[in-house]
């Protein structure tokens, strides 16, 4: 009984190696094996690819975001060079000329009447409407950016402020001199920032 049991132990043993080491087996346990790996370097190249479409698409959407608040910075920037070049420059290059022909005029030995011939630029002037919220909008909340973009946006924004506080003060007081119905010459002093006849010296508009 042992012998036989020996013997059918021994005959299954070798039957079960030489299936097992048989071409059927070892093509089976190839392919199971490369589809193994296959699965599993192909799940990870399919993360890369994933995250790499993903860096792609955030990249793309910052670029867009980008040349949008470039477009809008532009038209900031146009707005108030334009005002300047239409508005601004000839208002001051006038008044400074004018000033100073008056001054020369003042100090002429010449005797007898100096008139002194002068068109008042009292001309109301309004800042234009700036997207500055849209670009600070972009800036702050849609890019990832820091440091001098953001410190050019406030230094920008602080310009715009100023000048809109300053031509509000200017449309006041012409509206004051309208009111009081201060013209011709005896508002020359008042308009040039010059000792009045009471001895006043008002620079609002001047300055």
Excluded at 7 to 32: C, H, P, V
Excluded at 66 to 78: G, R
Excluded at 199 to 204: E, F, H, L, S, T
Aim: hydrophobic share 45%; glycine share 6%; aromatic share 10%.
């Amino acid at each position: 009984m042992r012998d036989f049991l020996i013997s059918l132990w021994t005959a299954n043993y070798q039957a079960t190696k030489d299936f097992f080491n048989s071409n059927f087996i070892s093509t089976i346990a190839g392919a199971f094996i490369e589809a193994l790996f296959g699965a599993l370097f192909g799940a990870r190249a399919a993360q890369r690819i994933a995250e790499r479409n993903k860096t792609r698409d955030e990249l793309t959407k910052e670029i867009r975001i980008t040349n949008a608040a470039i477009m809008v910075a532009a038209t900031v920037c146009n707005s108030l060079l334009s005002l300047k070049k239409q508005h601004l420059k000839n208002l001051k290059e006038t008044f400074d000329r004018k000033k100073q022909e008056f001054l020369d005029l003042q100090s002429s030995p010449s005797k007898g009447p100096r008139n002194f011939e002068i068109q008042f630029d009292l001309e109301i002037l309004k800042l234009p409407l700036l997207p500055l919220p849209v670009l600070q909008k972009q800036l702050f909340e849609n890019l990832s950016i820091g440091g001098r973009p953001l410190a050019t946006l406030a230094a920008l924004e602080q310009v715009a402020d100023s000048l809109g506080a300053s031509l509000q003060d200017r449309n006041k007081l012409i509206a004051q001199y309208e009111a009081a119905g201060v013209t011709g010459q005896a508002f020359i002093p008042t308009y040039f920032g010059l000792r009045q006849a009471n001895g006043v010296i008002d620079q609002r508009y001047a300055l």
